[in-house]
């Protein structure tokens, strides 16, 4: 096991409650909420949950990377190229959105389908980049497991695992499951921003395990700019499982509509152009309909 000498310490702490979203989705936000707007480089993260016939029919997107991460269900993926795939529990998907994408995210099986999504800035010399797309099936994420901690690989490294993701803006992005009485210590960049947010169970963060309080579930940890990493306890008597997220500040200025985020105003209003004009990069958007929207006729 990794050691972190100098333990990041809780900077802040949310509770990710409810709201809708989409087409009678229900996300729990953390990040890109009133009271936390931007986390450098991350713009929104999203605990998702949704089912037919709701969901987040077609929209746009350009100036940054959504990474979706699914936890239980399916949800298919339809987008304005022909690029079209469904995203099963475990599965991930990062796509550079870059200078445009038009695409629709959708229930793909009956029930509730859960899953986390996460914007991820782009800086300004990437932003009108072609868009692209890295999609690993659950089977192919990494995995290590040892001493009662398992972690998933998602980007970055941990445990000796190192992810396949190419990422534009360096990040880690990691899934770890503690059994009862397990801990890690997972080193952090110390130039990196980093969060944790929980998904199951509760659990004890920071630097000291015999003062500090248990946190439960649904709640998103900013954690300090100082340290080399996270230290993390389960002493309770269930399963604990939560998300580690770090990313190189980029330090730019930040312009936002929406789906759309860029350096100035006068680039969100070149966007909306674009996107109403079918130009410089929404030009397959003009005669698009996913077959969600179709079958579903609006």
Known sequence: MSIVREPRSIARKFLARPQQEGLGAVVR??????????????????????SAPAGFPDHPHRGFETVTYMLQGAVTHEDFDGHKGTIKAGDLQWMTAGRGVVHSE????????????????????????????????????????????????????????????????????LDFTLKPGSQIQQPIPKSYNS???????????????????????????????FGDGLVAWNKGTKILRFILVGGEPLGE?????????????????????????????????????????????Y
């Open 195 to 225: 969060f944790v947010y929980i998904l199951e169970g509760e659990g004890i963060f920071g630097q000291d395990s015999r003062t500090n309080s248990p946190i439960s579930s649904h709640n998103l940890l900013l954690l300090s700019g």
């Open 106 to 173: 959708m229930p793909a099986t009956e029930g509730i389908q859960k899953g986390l999504q996460l914007w991820i800035n782009l800086s300004s010399k990437h932003k009108m980049i072609q868009p692209r797309y890295q999609e690993i099936s659950s089977a192919n994420i990494g995995e290590a497991i040892k001493d009662g901690v398992k972690v998933r690989v998602i980007a970055g490294e941990a445990l000796g695992i190192k992810s396949t993701i190419h990422t534009k803006t360096p990040t880690i992005y």
């Open 29 to 50: 936000r953390s990040i890109g909420r009133f009271e936390l707007r931007y986390f450098d480089p991350f713009i929104v993260l999203d605990e998702f949950s949704v």
């Open 253 to 297: 200025p930040i312009a936002q509509l929406g789906p759309f985020v860029m350096n100035t105003q006068e680039e969100i209003d070149q966007t909306i152009e674009d996107f109403e004009n079918y130009t410089n990069g929404f030009e397959k958007a003009r005669y698009w309909r996913s077959q969600a929207r179709v079958e579903l006729g």
